[in-house]
């Protein structure tokens, strides 16, 4: 669906005035040439249903088990979206706050789905779902973006660094830099459950990084793993963003750890990185080669996906 952000004659053509004047109220803006407000809305899901740090979410990984959200935390960065013609523009964030940081050439934004309650007792009461920003006015079909945080803001002592790169927990300090994103589901038995491995942890950040930016060294990173992603036929006033956590382990045994980390924490050779990766869209290969870049753009990624709202 396409999103009309003006109200000219010309586009007046392509949708009713009634439907021209919803997608400007919804969007907070009105006038022809003025930049008018976009919230990208994200929320968590397994498959087609709702989930939370409450929620047991069934049917995970391969064989299907029961489980419970432990943590749901990413970061969005240089958000985009995409005109009729395919051309791209950039979204303006607003000033920078807890949830927002605008650097320069880029921007980004911590996306937390967790609330502290529950299973998610690591995590914290506050919450964000919203990317927030303006546009200049016009016709919009599609949204791109990168989960992941762009390499001139990644690499910085966290104790020192602005909001949202400040929060100890997604910090990834033997990796110098941010766990992009920190997608945790855990064993609803809790100690006494049946899990030999009782939580999944999928850590998603740069790695075989070399340098200390404490020490002014140059950091340098064999694989990026930012993933980038597109959805085409957006409308944000209509449709939020899902987070589909039952696509991201699909495949997976979630329940038993084969190697190295308990999960998948972005090792070059993990393999239970192999079905998460591929649900990211990023290269990533099980001797160790991949170039932890996306693939094809991310056009084959399964993480996220449009739905009403």
């Not at 449709?239 to 070059?268: E, F, H, P, R, Y």
Request: charged share 15%; proline share 4%.
């Amino acid at each position: 669906m396409e999103l009309i952000m003006n109200n000219t004659l010309t586009q007046a053509r392509t949708l009713s005035v009634l439907a021209i004047a919803a997608a400007l109220s919804a969007c907070g803006g009105g006038g022809d040439d003025g930049p008018v407000t976009v919230n990208l809305e994200f929320a968590s899901f397994s498959g087609a249903t709702a989930v939370n740090c409450g929620t047991t979410v069934t049917g995970l990984g391969s064989p299907g088990v029961d489980a419970r959200i432990k943590d749901l935390r990413f970061y969005v960065s240089n958000v985009k979206l995409i005109k009729s013609d395919g051309s791209e523009v950039a979204l303006t964030l607003g000033g920078n706050d807890d949830w927002n940081l605008t650097s320069g050439a880029n921007s980004l934004t911590l996306i937390d789905l967790e609330d502290g309650s529950g299973t998610c007792t690591g995590g914290t009461a506050a919450t964000n779902a919203l990317v927030k920003g303006t546009v200049p006015a016009g016709s919009y079909t599609g949204v791109k973006m990168t989960m992941g945080v762009p390499f001139a803001l990644n690499h910085s002592d966290y104790a020192t660094a602005v909001k949202p790169l400040d929060v100890q927990a997604i910090a990834w300090s033997w990796q110098s830099g941010r766990k992009f994103a920190k997608i945790e589901v855990t064993d609803p038995g809790g100690a006494t459950g049946s899990w030999a491995s009782k939580t999944f942890n999928f850590h998603l950040g740069s790695t075989g990084c070399t340098g200390s930016p404490a020490s002014g060294e140059t950091v340098v990173c064999t694989a990026p793993n930012r993933m980038d992603f597109t959805l085409a036929n957006f409308n944000p006033t209509t449709q939020k963003i899902a987070v589909d956590v039952k696509a991201l382990v699909a495949g997976t045994n979630i329940t038993v750890n084969q190697a190295g980390a308990a999960g998948c924490m972005s090792g070059a050779t993990d393999p239970e990185c192999l079905h998460v990766f591929e649900a990211l869209a990023i290269d990533w290969k099980a001797n160790g080669t991949g170039t932890g870049l996306p693939i094809n753009g991310g056009a084959a990624q399964t993480l996220f996906k449009a739905i009403a709202k």
